[in-house]
DNA sequence: CTAAAACCTGACGTTGACGTCAGAGGCAAG
DNA sequence: CTTGCCTCTGACGTCAACGTCAGGTTTTAG
């Protein structure tokens, strides 16, 4: 059976599968200073519990298009609460970012809404009967 | 001076430049099927007026992160307004992704809000607050 | 104790959307 | 005709976020 979040420290791979990331991302990640782990004497990765948090916000700030530079930057910043002026700067910057592509994204979902509502209507109606006949869908 | 989108035929340049794009960048989507030109004899890539809200509707779509491949195949439909319903299929799926990653981006968006809004009175009062606390898990 | 599973450190491979460079040709102006 | 900018076709370079493989050690299940 599994360890059940036991008092076992929790190994890389434990975390990989709580975080839904890979092994090779939790390295790749301690590597940029993204995450840090506490080594036991045959060199083995052990992590906090915290941790799975720390990962699954790594990966909504990738979602979020932040590259792993800018993630380095602002990370104590969001888990410490240590801000400084320009962290608070770039926290903003990146925050506009954000806004602008939701925007985005707003308008591209929208426009892809309308398509399929036209194509839906042009098959129903079209395929049988051409021009406007039939009842609408309820 | 510069053509008053004139009568000669758009070139690669002009293309670029007034969608936005580079030069490299329209060859890229000419060699994936994302763009069509005209060639003079000379074999110079000669494009319509409406070249242009193509480019910008290429743009879109890659910053709603679909794939070239993707594109290729969704823009006939998007263009001609012609749907099969395996189109239709492949346009829901997509707008729905779209849907996902516009809630990601909200909640990230959230965080931040948060976090600035925090560390400007932490900032306006005296001290730091502590620190993040991240959401629940599923 | 042993075999399987998990972990370690390099180090090279992958993918997408271009950037960049080389070498050659085209086109309006003076 | 020459100058200077634009364009052409390859073809190699880049960058990020990992994937994957090799070759070896550690931990765990039975």
Redesign the pocket.
């Known amino acids: 059976m599994t360890?059940v979040t036991g008092k076992?420290p929790m190994?890389?791979?434990?975390l990989?599968a709580k975080a839904g990331?890979?092994?090779?991302?939790l390295?790749?990640?301690e590597e940029?200073d993204l995450l840090t782990?506490v080594?036991?004497?045959?060199?083995?990765?052990h992590y906090p519990r915290d941790a799975i948090g720390r990962v699954r916000l790594?990966?909504q700030l990738?979602a979020a298009g932040?590259?792993?530079?800018t993630i380095v930057e602002l990370l104590p910043c969001i888990e410490d609460g240590e801000v400084t002026p320009a962290l608070l700067e770039r926290l903003s910057r990146e925050r506009d970012r954000v806004e602008e592509q939701i925007d985005s994204l707003v308008s591209t979902r929208d426009r892809l809404e309308h398509l399929i509502a036209t194509a839906t209507r042009a098959r129903d109606v079209g395929h049988s009967c051409p021009g406007w006949v039939g009842p609408p869908p309820p």
């Open positions: 360890e076992v190994r890389i791979g434990e990989a990331v890979s092994v090779r991302a390295r790749y990640y940029h782990s080594r036991a004497s045959s060199g083995q990765r790594i990966q990738y932040l590259s792993s530079r």
